[in-house]
């Protein structure tokens, strides 16, 4: 089992950037696919990006790509996601998740192993 807790989120003008960082627990961290999905107020929580356990394979949503960019430190347990030229929909509820299935360059929200409590991103215009 697998214990992550967010952290980075705050709130930023449009253009802006942040980076948030989800620190797991335990010694096994290197086998979790791990990703990051968002919730924005009555809408679903959508997938975000996702990082293979080397870090060497990633993959992105369609409305993230060439602005954010997910990394992990299997040293630290660590996984980042550095998110640039920040917009106003990007605003939303961030979620770290853990994935004990192989990679496959996606994650679903229905099936994903590990979820960590959240982290509160505003991007003002």
């Known amino acids: 089992q697998v214990q992550l807790v967010e952290s980075g989120g705050g709130l930023v003008q449009a253009g802006g950037s942040l980076r948030l960082s989800c620190a797991a627990s335990?010694?096994?961290?290197?086998?979790?696919?791990m990703g990051w999905f968002r919730q924005a107020p009555g809408k679903e929580r959508e997938f975000v990006a996702t990082?293979?356990?080397?870090?060497?394979?990633?993959s992105y949503a369609d409305s993230v790509k060439g602005r954010f960019t997910i990394s992990r430190d299997n040293s630290k347990n660590t996984v980042y996601l550095r998110m640039n030229s920040l917009k106003p929909e990007d605003t939303a509820v961030y979620y770290c998740?853990?994935?004990?299935?192989?990679?496959?360059?996606?994650?679903?929200?229905?099936?994903?192993?590990?979820w960590g409590q959240g982290t509160q991103v505003t991007v003002s215009s």
């Open positions: 998740a853990a994935d004990q299935k192989i990679w496959t360059g996606t994650l679903h929200r229905a099936t994903v192993d590990y």
């Open positions: 335990g010694r096994t961290f290197n086998n979790y696919v």
């Open positions: 990082i293979s356990r080397s870090g060497v394979s990633t």
